[in-house]
Nanobody, 129 residues
Framework: QVQLVESGGGSVQSGGSLRLSCAASGYSFSSGCMGWFRQAPGKKREGVAAIYTAGATSYADSVKGRFTISQDNTKNTYYLQMNSLKPEDTAMYYC???????????????????????WGQGTQVTVSS
């Protein structure tokens, strides 16, 4: 059974930084995508960043240059380093995953919620001005 557990959320002032972690268990696919999504009150859940098993990354335009997604395969843990945070980054952040099975060396993971099968419970990020 796949379980994803996020941690690292909190409250920061505008311009600050946070690092989110997603610990994955029961996830042993040889190739797949891991993504970070966020949902603000009254808004749709949106993709923020994603990383493929082999390392290729995808980012939403709104976070390019500020957020970095990474993975530690030895720990089966994924990270989202968030710098230069803005009040509009305030949201519940979720990690999600799905297997790809194609085993390609390069693949840009999508940032669409419908593609992801497994989801964590979320961690709150609040950025004050």
């Amino acid at each position: 059974q796949v379980q994803l557990v996020e941690s690292g959320g909190g409250s920061v002032q505008s311009g600050g930084s946070l690092r989110l972690s997603c610990a994955a268990s029961g996830y042993s696919f040889s190739s797949g995508c891991m993504g970070w999504f966020r949902q603000a009150p009254g808004k749709k859940r949106e993709g923020v960043a994603a990383i493929y098993t082999a390392g290729a990354t995808s980012y939403a335009d709104s976070v390019k240059g500020r957020f970095t997604i990474s993975q530690d395969n030895t720990k089966n843990t994924y990270y989202l380093q968030m710098n230069s945070l803005k009040p509009e980054d305030t949201a519940m952040y979720y990690c999600a995953a799905y297997p790809t099975f194609h085993g390609a060396d390069y693949y840009l993971c999508p940032l669409t919620t419908s593609r992801y099968e497994y989801w964590g419970q979320g961690t709150q990020v609040t950025v004050s001005s």
